[in-house]
């Protein structure tokens, strides 16, 4: 995982998938920051732990980005019902 | 290719379990689409297993990878806390309102395959099942771009036969297509890519029959068992305009050299007992009948049976061993040693029959039962891996596990060679199954037998057997399923 961060935001660019140990890294990383972007262009997936950590962070407030997400991603928040709850113009950048 | 892994319950495993598992798909055949569906499946299976099931305690998972035809299933076995996913459903509205993503998992786990089964086989422990179909062109979007011209109707003079490989692939499904339409039993030789995995994998091989001009007009493979050194003579088609030319004959005779080469001990065929076509050409060629499977398969696999036919599908399987070294003495059980030994005394070269004791010990380790679902079929084969003092509560827990899906017909295989398949026969007896007959070299190349729970009405009077010996089993068979079916 490479990441930048500064005193507001975090920036990862995963290597691998968006699953339980990434959120757990970045979670760590994250801290009491307030923008979190996630490149997730090497990603194959985004795992439920995945989105239940970035719901949790949107209920919280907080501002985050994912850029270029595969198309699996779309069809879990399908999956979940959450499709229409997320704001994707404003969290998704391809 | 099938693979195992045995992995600690840890997270940082995780990621190694789906870099590997996303690898097998893609190489055994799934676009990298549906890899990645099947991928997060297990991933999302993986991570509930971690977090709930070894919560508070180490521990393993297993998962077995397993390829046929049409589908792969990727097997996840462990054996940590007890849980029931009635009681924990996924609900999008408390995701939304209270963060409460419960269930979330296996949602996701279920919509990515195309069947997605938990068994709770109590103390064995609990075993998710994931299954992804292997979409390929059918072969008749091949045809329909290709003209007439060119294609070879007419009879030839001359014909080689040679061994089939990858790149015969398309030519077999067109020659199934050309021969059958859509009546053809078995689906996947409608897929040019899923023939040309099977053979590049060795799954099967087979022979190709070619006319002298190169066109194809024969076909002919045996599909290997994937846990012994048997095949199933089980796919075989001469184009119309080249029958009757000994080409079926030639083919088979063939495939039984290319089967001693590779060390096969056997061969069988599941005959259809819609009719006796099947049978009578096994018989011709010397294989011998060993059992008769109830309800075997689904009326709607085989589009060319007549519509009207009212019930599942039985077969006959018939058998021919390869080898003269069948000589491991086995145990017959008392409820059927007379049909038994009539079963294996139609075969040259049969094993000894042992007595059973009088008072037959249960051996000192734990029963271990495998268990293999049909999903087209709607049935399932359990196979009894290791018979041990624990057969029955381990029995009783992968019966209580299946109840759920309301299979048509349970199988199991008992294996001979130990006293204990005697008292395991009588309890299965009691319990609801019925004989079905001999399975010669079946696992791990030792003879089993197999008993059968059929859960549905059958009308014996509409399967038709063809030998002899097939004709005592649907006798015997028939009256041990009416006797019960009265009960």
């Known amino acids: 995982m490479h990441y930048t961060k500064d005193r ?86 391809s | 290719m099938e693979a195992h892994l045995y992995l600690e319950a840890k997270i940082e495993m995780i990621g190694s379990a789906t870099d590997f598992t996303y690898k097998w798909c893609v190489n055994m055949g799934l676009d990298v689409g549906k890899a990645a569906q099947l991928t997060l499946a297990v991933d999302e299976i993986l991570t509930d297993i971690i977090l709930h099931a070894y919560s508070d305690t180490s521990g393993y998972v297993e998962i077995w990878y397993q390829y046929s035809f049409s589908e792969l299933e990727i097997i996840v076995q462990e054996t940590g806390e007890p849980f029931d996913p009635e009681q924990h459903a996924y609900s999008p509205e408390k995701a939304i309102s209270r963060g409460d993503f419960e269930g979330a998992g296996r949602e996701i786990a279920r919509k990515m395959t195309d069947h997605f089964i938990f068994l709770n086989r109590g103390k ?82 087979g022979t190709i029959v070619r006319t002298s001009r190169g066109g194809p007009a024969g076909y002919f493979a045996v599909i290997r068992n994937n846990d012994s050194l048997i095949g199933e003579v089980g796919e075989a088609v001469v184009a119309p305009p080249h029958r009757k030319r000994g080409l079926m004959k030639r083919m088979l005779n063939k495939l039984i050299e290319m089967s001693r080469q590779k060390g096969l001990l056997g061969l069988y065929g599941m005959a259809l007992t819609v009719h006796t076509i099947s049978q009578k050409a096994n018989e011709k060629f010397n294989f011998k009948s060993t059992a008769l499977l109830l309800a075997r398969s689904s009326r709607s696999i085989y589009k060319g049976i007549r519509e009207d036919y009212p019930q599942p599908i039985s077969m006959v399987m018939d058998f021919l061993p390869l080898t003269k070294k069948w000589n491991t003495p086995v145990f017959l059980p008392r409820s059927y040693s007379d049909i038994m030994k009539e079963l294996y005394i139609q075969f040259e070269n049969h094993p ?83 004989f079905a007959g001999l399975m010669p070299f079946f696992h791990k190349e030792r003879d089993y037998v197999r008993m059968q729970k059929i859960n549905t009405e059958l009308d014996f009077a509409l399967i038709e057997t063809h030998s002899e010996m097939a004709g005592k089993l649907k006798e015997t068979i028939s009256s041990e399923f009416h006797a019960l079916h009265k009960g």
């Open chain 1, 8 to 93: 507001q935001s975090l920036q990862v660019r995963l290597q691998g998938d968006f699953n339980l140990n990434a959120v757990r890294q970045i979670r760590e990383l994250f801290d009491d920051r307030e923008e979190l972007t996630v490149d997730l262009s090497h990603s194959r997936f985004v795992n439920s732990e995945a989105i239940l950590y970035l719901q949790s962070l949107m209920q919280s407030g907080k501002t985050i980005r994912l850029k270029e997400p595969p198309k699996i991603f779309f069809e879990v928040l399908h999956i979940l019902g959450l499709h229409e709850s997320w704001d994707l113009k404003k969290i998704v950048e």
């Open chain 2, 352 to 434: 000894g029959f042992k007595d059973l004791p009088d008072q037959i010990e249960k051996a000192d380790i734990s029963t271990e039962l495998s268990l293999e679902i049909y999903y087209e079929a709607n049935s399932a084969l359990i196979i009894v891996r290791k018979l041990g003092n624990t057969f029955e509560g381990s029995c009783l827990s992968m019966f209580r596990s299946l109840e759920e899906l309301k299979l048509t017909s349970i199988y199991i295989d008992i294996p001979l060679n130990h006293p204990g398949v005697d008292p395991s026969v009588e309890w299965l007896r009691e319990n609801g199954f019925i």
């Open chain 2, 124 to 205: 064995d422990g609990k075993e998710f099942r994931l299954v992804k179909k292997l979409d390929k062109s059918h072969i008749r979007d091949l045809i329909k771009e290709e003209t007439t011209e060119g294609r070879e109707n007419g009879v030839a003079d001359t014909y080689l036969l040679t061994p089939a490989t990858s790149e015969d692939a398309e030519d077999i499904a067109r020659l199934i297509y050309q021969c059958y339409d859509y009546s053809y039993g078995k689906e996947d030789l409608y897929f040019p890519k899923r023939i040309e995995m099977a053979i590049r994998h060795g799954y099967k091989f």
